[in-house]
């Protein structure tokens, strides 16, 4: 996503030691124009050229992908935790990018209904996706901060009365990821979770770009449907 222009890019972080074998880590990046483009564009390939079988293939991975795939699972094995100050710090720092305009009251305040929680506790609403689902809407408003405001504030496209609610969407997204790149297992046993390890043996940070072009995309289907809250499940 490129905020100078408007279009929608990927961010393709590749590390200076990759010819060392340090894959994992990423210094440089090379930015990538187009619709969905790197991750978005590799994985929907991948799913146009799926046979219909009920095989689950099981795919092996180098030592670097195990390790990155480790490193994730980490990530997603992480609960929010509201009495950790660090969870604590990462809501404010979230709150700060989607309204820097506005004081946040509190940790709990009706404040957050403005994002799009479902109640005054945004904790509440993590069960689903765990502390990664914080990072990965942290990750988008700091990286892609005029993305974001057009996502948060609804600002593309003819627009429902009744529209979806943007932060719980957020970690729906997250969920939905785990899910269907199977990132909880031992190792991948789909061709496009197989894909999506050599993108994260790439760059740490594909899952959270990836991400960030899952949510530009929804929004963009949701406008296609023209949606409201009814059809948000």
């Known amino acids: 996503?490129?905020?100078?222009?408007?279009?929608?890019?990927a961010v393709r972080r590749i590390s200076q030691g990759l010819e060392r074998g340090n894959t994992c880590?990423?210094?440089?990046?090379?930015?990538?124009?187009?619709?969905?483009?790197?991750?978005?564009?590799?994985?929907?390939?991948?799913?146009?050229?799926?046979?219909e079988s009920d095989a689950r293939p099981s795919f092996d991975l180098s030592?670097?992908?195990?390790?990155?795939?480790?490193?994730?699972?980490?990530?997603i094995d992480v609960s929010y935790?509201?009495?950790?100050?660090?969870?604590?710090?990462?809501?404010?720092?979230?709150?700060?990018a989607a309204f820097p305009e506005e004081e946040l009251r509190g940790l709990i305040s009706e404040q957050?209904?403005?994002?799009?929680w479902q109640g005054k506790d945004p904790s509440t609403d993590f069960r689903g996706g765990g502390f990664i689902s914080l990072e990965n809407l942290l990750f988008f408003a700091k990286n892609f901060p005029k993305s974001f405001q057009d996502l948060?504030?609804?600002?593309?496209?003819?627009?429902?009365?009744?529209?979806?609610?943007?932060?719980?969407?957020?970690?729906?997204?997250?969920?939905?990821?785990?899910?269907?790149?199977?990132?909880?297992?031992?190792?991948?046993?789909t061709l496009v979770g197989a894909t999506?390890?050599?993108?994260?043996?790439?760059?740490?940070?594909?899952?959270?770009?990836?991400?960030?072009?899952?949510?530009?995309?929804m929004d963009h289907q949701w406008l296609s449907m023209r949606a409201s809250y009814m059809d948000f499940n």
């Open 196 to 217: 999506f390890l050599k993108f994260l043996s790439e760059s740490d940070l594909a899952f959270d770009l990836l991400y960030c072009i899952t949510f530009k995309l």
């Open 25 to 51: 880590h990423s210094t440089s990046a090379e930015v990538v124009a187009g619709s969905a483009a790197w991750l978005g564009r590799g994985l929907s390939c991948v799913c146009a050229q799926r046979r």
């Open 152 to 189: 948060l504030r609804k600002q593309e496209g003819d627009r429902s009365v009744w529209e979806y609610p943007f932060a719980v969407a957020g970690v729906n997204i997250t969920f939905m990821l785990i899910q269907m790149l199977d990132l909880e297992a031992v190792k991948p046993r």
């Open 81 to 96: 935790d509201c009495s950790i100050p660090e969870h604590q710090d990462a809501l404010r720092a979230l709150w700060n």
């Open 1 to 9: 996503m490129d905020d100078r222009g408007g279009s929608f890019v």
């Open 112 to 116: 957050w209904k403005d994002m799009g």
């Open 63 to 75: 030592p670097a992908q195990e390790e990155c795939l480790l490193m994730l699972q980490s990530r």
